[in-house]
């Protein structure tokens, strides 16, 4: 006799697709890069193509889930970044294990975007719609200019830091400057790699859909959905929008370190409000609130302008293009109406239904 | 049900093809690269570079576009380089890091041989750390920062931010233009606050007095009141700019209409400053400027360079990184002859023979005469400088 087995909830199985989809996309990726000797072009953009979903990922839940706009989301993996590659470089030679210190810098950058979440939170949280859209903006620039001025070394006595010049350190003859203002950090230990990006975007998502599944995430969505009536039945507003503000900067700190390990030369001019723009377009073209499309939208978006280079001059225009045919494409009701007809979650839903049918009977 | 079988052939078929690869990868490695150098070969050598051929910056990446296909094209007119031609190719990176490192990995899956590097500071970085780990070549153009040569394959054709700074300071010193200096430099770049950081020591040690020191940003690049009157009432009788022409110009502008009477001394950062549209050139009369390349010198190479550039290419990217990136494939021409380079070798045996060679020659180029590199990858040549007189450079 067959089992008759519990159906899933809606909710469960839209995540269970997603982290097969990524699955899938991780086992095909590992294959391809296994069994070709070249392909340094697609092998160099795995890294940047997790960094950028997870900035996604953790954006969404402060514009999907929690339905405000903030565009500093940048600022925040600057942080990140920079704390995490301070750290890397300065214990370069006291830490003999690799993975043991990319692991506390990927835990510090976090922790540290993270508190800064937390601070700019109390202010900027008690604004509404525009208002904290325009704070977190300038939120973004403050947090790059400031650092772009940092300069800071180390040498036998302790730590020397200057907001002027690399000679106003007055630092020992054996001192080395670290953070050298607008040059930023080089040397940073190459520690990044595609397994450890894409078990860092797992947890990312992870933690992500948990959230959103949560009863903090229902409580959350209730104060997205109607501000007045959330408040009226005792849900804490500002409580609830500083979790969710905490965790997305600090998984956007994450992705800060994993950048600043990949790439050697770490500046703040990647930081401008154009990266944090950037990731609210993934966010915005992978539907609003959608973890799994985040990541589609992040995935075809970074890799598309890669992939026209062949295009030389013309490549910028293409991208521009096949963003706007994205929106149109995304609001047509015809395209949402096909794209429920081949959805895996409607097919199994489908099949199940027809199958319990079929037992019935 | 049968998207469910399509699925699970495919995961099957992905399962067994894990298997196979787990199986080849390691034996096959070692053979698989002697065949890609061997296909790579075919009398040709790959030379590849990166730039910012879009955005902000790119004057700079085209001027080095045109400068290196400029050589290039002589040079196979010429017959190449031991009997291989040369291809060249370019990839944009908007001079940042990350598309610096994405434009390296797309040369690598063309078989670059050797690379000109990336045109910008930052992107250098990025692009030759990436080149030091496959022992790759690499001999800037234009890439000024102290970092950007930091690995043993690293060489470049211009003069180092620090060096720039010292330089300056040495000349303003010897040939006693001034003893009280003002300086105002942008401190969120890094070409500018490193030249500033270098002069200042150097200034120090060779008794100028820096009377004023007044900066700028990116985000403030317009009006210099402020800093012009902390100058005036200073009481300097030079202002030195390690700033780029764009804001310079302003700045000329802004004093003289504030009735500052000062002479101004800069780095290779004001060249282009002439080009510009909309300025009006006596502004800059008298200004002083150390730049590797004045297009109306009249020694042979650069009336050679700036008749053919001008013949193909125009006046607007006619630079000094052009004139950097016709320099750096001579280079590399001369370093290859010498070290017998041909086009059997694999990248990494021609980065060893390279890295050898360059120690070894002297280049005469447009950018400087009996041009030497030590093993670090500092060129060591004479700091040119010009003033501008009558809207032109003339040698000092």
Redesign the interface.
Known sequence: MQKERKPLKAATKSNLITYGILIAAFIIVSIICASNDKMYQFKGMLVPLCIYSIMAVSLNLVVGILGDLSLGHAGFMCIGAYVGAFFSVLLKDNIPLDWLRFVISLVLGGITAGIFGFLIGIPVLRLRGDYLAIVTLAFGEIIKNIVNLLYVGVDGSGLHVSIKSASDLNMAEDGTVIVKGALGITGTPNDSNFTVGFILLLITVFVSLNLINSRTGRAVKSIRDNRIAAETVGISVTRYKLIVFMISAFFAGIAGVLYSHNISSLNTSTFGYNTSILVLVYVVLGGIGSTRGSIIAAVILYALPEMLRELRDYRMLIYAVVLILLMIVNNNEKFNLFKEKISISRFIQNRREAMSKGAKS | ?K??KIMASL?AA?AA??CL??C??DGN?SG??SE?NASAGGNVLRIGGSGP??GDYALYGNGVKNGAQLAIDEINAAGGINGCTLEFKI??DE????KA??A???L??WDMDISIGTVT???C??FG?EAA?DNMFILTPSST?V?CI?GDNAFRVCFSDPNQGVASADYIADNGLSSKVAIIYQ????Y???I??KF??EASAKGIEIVSEQSF?K?NKTDFSAQLQSIKDSGADLMFLPIYYSEASLILQQAKSSGLEIKYFGCDGLDGILNMNNFDISLAEGVMLLTPFAADATDDATVHFVTEYRAKYGDETMNQFAADAYDAIYIIKAAAEKAGINADMSSSEICDALKKAMTEITVDGVTGTSITWAADGEPSKAPKAVVITDGSYKAM
């Open positions: 049900m998207l469910k995961l992905a093809i894990t690869t787990a080849k990868t490695t698989n690269d890609n051929l879009t990839e944009d001079a940042g890091e990350e490192v994405n390296y990995n797309v690598k899956d500071s930052g992107a970085i990025a750390a780990k920062a970092e930091s401190s969120d770049n890094a500018s606050a490193g500033f950081d200042k020591s940003t985000d």
